[in-house]
Nanobody, 130 residues
Framework: QVQFMESGGASVHPGGSLRLSCTNSGDSLDGYAVGWFRQVPGKEREGVSCISDSDPLPYYAESVKGRFAISRDNAENTVYLQMNSLKPEDTAVYSC???????????????????????WGQGTQVTVSS
């Protein structure tokens, strides 16, 4: 079973950068796509980005395109989310989860519905404020 631990969240000023890590201490991530999500109190969880283990094109939500970059290091069993040019509206708890690779296109074509994902981590808080 995949077991994720997210880290790297912090408080930063607008325009700042952070790199989040999603480290798996369980079974291999082979055969899984990994997605980053974010949630603020009172709102639904939002899919931010997703990366497959075989497809070369990651998915990004429109709100983060050009600012965020997802990557995975299979040797380290870790998926990263580089966040640049951060805005106050990026403030949220960020968490990661898996979807089987054969569901990758189904997931991203529907903007990453959380119900398709599993093996959720606890999340890490990102706060962007001046």
């Amino acid at each position: 079973q995949v077991q994720f631990m997210e880290s790297g969240g912090a408080s930063v000023h607008p325009g700042g950068s952070l790199r989040l890590s999603c480290t798996n201490s369980g079974d291999s991530l082979d055969g899984y796509a990994v997605g980053w999500f974010r949630q603020v109190p009172g709102k639904e969880r939002e899919g931010v980005s997703c990366i497959s283990d075989s497809d070369p094109l990651p998915y990004y939500a429109e709100s983060v395109k050009g600012r965020f970059a997802i990557s995975r290091d299979n040797a380290e069993n870790t998926v990263y989310l580089q966040m640049n040019s951060l805005k106050p509206e990026d403030t949220a708890v960020y968490s990661c989860a898996t979807v089987p690779s054969y569901f990758y296109y189904k997931a991203v074509n529907r903007d990453m519905p959380p119900a398709l994902y599993d093996n959720w981590g606890q999340g890490t808080q990102v706060t962007v404020s001046s």
